[in-house]
């Protein structure tokens, strides 16, 4: 039984010439690339008493794939690079572009179409529509895509080895994929500055930046701005990162959503959103920046004056200030906070300090036997700031 007519789709590429060999690259409709392209999912194959693993792909994220549908649908949204792709040459032909002035003697443009190869669906030449395309590298784009909505156009560009074999489509996935630097998240977050239009990332960028300069300031130089030792300082002990990721989840649900309402409208909703959850939102949509940078400044110099010696000291030992301890008073901050029914209000240091002066730690408790690097260091010590101040665990969250 033929499933399928012919079909094709046209666009015109580039040859590109490398070590490994030619391939060409072009633009795609994501329509049409959704349509053709699928992901071989690298999986144990059980066949009597062998083990056979096949497939090149890594198995989908869907939460990468839920995070993607946002963005895709987001007002600047971009994929610049290439999405890497491998036909087979009976669903690849090319006709030569003759073009008035080349850019270069030696470059050759084409109109590249891929077609199905119709025929029984037993038959191990067949090759489907939706299977002309085999996924090298940009699969999570690709499953994002496939919720894209509207009508604007939104073009991918993309690398096609035609007739590759599958040792080589195995070899350019893992170059690709080890050749990879993952991007410092700090520096991410610090490119923030150049933008023109408020977001969740912006603001919680700007407060980082702020504590970090003022001289007053608990977190006086003590803020890594790119994630790693600031040439000339000494003291440094958490990251832009960790600060900017822990602040956001007081400010935004979806960072993403909220950063593209920024740009469409300039402005959020007051209503419908946890207050008691998001409880620096507010300050937030109504461009209070300022109230979110003072409770925060006031609930760490308060934890500053009540452990003195952990909150300044450099000692590798001792975690108040660093990443552990830091992303436990994080957390200790929201029910501090509404336990001083502090909702739309600044709270004053003292305030804060009025609950600090409960918890009998000392300086020297603060420390990495006591609470161990990691997660459950972080929450052995969140439980224990929890306990010892006699609050309600029940406006907590993770």
Known sequence: MIEESPRSISFPVIKITQPIGEFYVGAIAAKDLVEIAYFDIRQLNLQGNIDTYLGIQRRLNETRIREISQYVNTIDATFPTAVILAVEEKCASLRELKLAAPARASESFYELTLQNFPGELDDSNTVLFRDIARVIDGQHRIAGLMNLTGNQAFEI???????????????????????????????????????????????????????????????????????????????????????????????????????????????????????????????FVTEKDESIALNVWNYFAAAGKKWPGAWSSAEMGLILNKTNGFLALMRFLRPVYLHLNGLGKVISEQQFLSVFDRINLRDGDFNRQKYLPGTSGETSLYKDLLERSALSERSDFK
């Open 157 to 283: 560009n993309v690398a096609i080895f035609v007739g590759a074999d599958i040792a080589d489509q195995a070899a350019i996935f893992s170059t690709v994929n080890l050749a990879q630097t993952k991007v410092n998240r700090s520096l991410v977050y610090d490119l923030f500055e150049y933008s023109k239009t408020r977001s969740p990332e912006k603001t919680c960028h700007d407060v980082a930046v702020l504590l970090d300069r003022a001289a007053e300031s608990p977190f006086y130089e003590k803020i890594k701005r790119l994630g790693v030792a600031t040439e000339g300082r000494f003291g440094e002990t958490i990251s832009q990162a960790t600060f900017v990721k822990s602040l956001l989840r007081y400010i935004s649900e979806n960072p993403i959503i909220d950063r593209d309402l920024g740009k469409r409208r300039g402005k959020w909703s007051q209503q419908n959103f946890d207050r008691n959850r998001l409880i620096f939102r507010e300050f």
